[in-house]
């Protein structure tokens, strides 16, 4: 790190005037790094998504988007990596690799970064259960910060000037901005850690966008070495069992048809179904207060303590809309809130609002739908030039 000494710096947003002399801390703008997950072989889209929230961090550095990858015979996986924006892909391959574990994961990226020349700038994970787990691990391996949930990711210089630490004060040009919900997702918060490289940050899965893939795209494949320890196999995995539950892809859903406290029973999922089935690629979403209630399992719990989603379409039922509720579904790109009180919180933000009871206008949508699909089904489509 080298220090500089500065007068009124005008890199920063946050001071506008910096009257007396300021060391600048820069460090060498290292790369942006996303740690790809994937489950028994499979990419995860977090990481996808990672992949485009972190070219946007490496196009303000000026610097690469790598994208580390552990797992067995990833070949396939490898080059989708390239396709969505990586610049190099560093694949540590193994068979102990195929299936997540704490210390084994822990040691390769350790590893790995520690034979690095230069830190990345910044690292990011998924706040997926992998993520959340990995993440804090290798953050406490090199005493770096990390700000778990983010929901924005930025690049911006910051002053620092607490006189508690001395060596701190000063200018840092080049912070990764870790923005995430706070005070019960009422504020947004800019949690900053530029003390150290990597910076690093984990987001919620659906709420970064991917980049388009690009078939043409090319990338450096680079292969990471493995050195495991008898040590780190402690833990063994005896099986891997994929419930029903996780196999529900409610963050990949383009509709969403989500039931809250308003159902008045848990059958009322079952109508829901029902309008969900009329929608090709879609699933059922749930507030806090039915899971909490045991209508339906926490897999399906959309918001701040569950998932965040962004489909093409979020039918909230019988859900008044809370701010916990609303974090994570307000990116969908069409809400249609379903409710009986004029007055709940949801219509300030849907998109359309059906004042009503969700048990006489859900049985008119699907009757409406089906005849939809049976029309199209009957019609001889005829192009006109
Ligand atoms: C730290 C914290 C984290 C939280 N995390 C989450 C989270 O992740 N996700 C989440 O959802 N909540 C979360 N909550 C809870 C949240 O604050 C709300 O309590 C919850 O979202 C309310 O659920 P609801 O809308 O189903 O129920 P209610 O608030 O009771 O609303 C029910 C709605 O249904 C309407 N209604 C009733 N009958 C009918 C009918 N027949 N037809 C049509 N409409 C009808 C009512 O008018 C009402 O608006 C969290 C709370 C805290 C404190």
Redo the contacts with the bound molecule.
Sequence with gaps: MTDKEIKNSNTSQNTQNTESALPIHETPRGNVMVIAEQILGELQPVTLELLGAGRLLTDKLGTKLVCLLLGHNMAETTKKLIQYGADIVYVADHPELHTYRTLPFRRVVCDFLESLSEPPHVTLLGSTTTGRDLAPRIAAHFETGLTADCTELDIGPYEHKSKIDPSKLGLYPDCLYAIRPSF?ESLKARILGPWKNPQMATTRPGVMIPLRADPNRQGEIITVPVNLKPEDFRLNVAETVREIASALKLTEADVIISG???L?TPEGFALLRELASCFPNSAIGA????VDLGWIPYEH??????KTVRPKLYIA??????I??RV?MSKSSTIIA????PD?PIFKFAHYGIV????QIIPEMIKQLKCVEKEQGEKTIVHSH
């Design positions: 019960g809250g406290f308003g008045g507030s806090r207060k039915v719990q959309v918001g701040q303590t569950g039922c019988g859900i008044s809309g809370a916990q509720h994570g379903i409710n009986k009180d709940a009503g009871d969700v048990y």
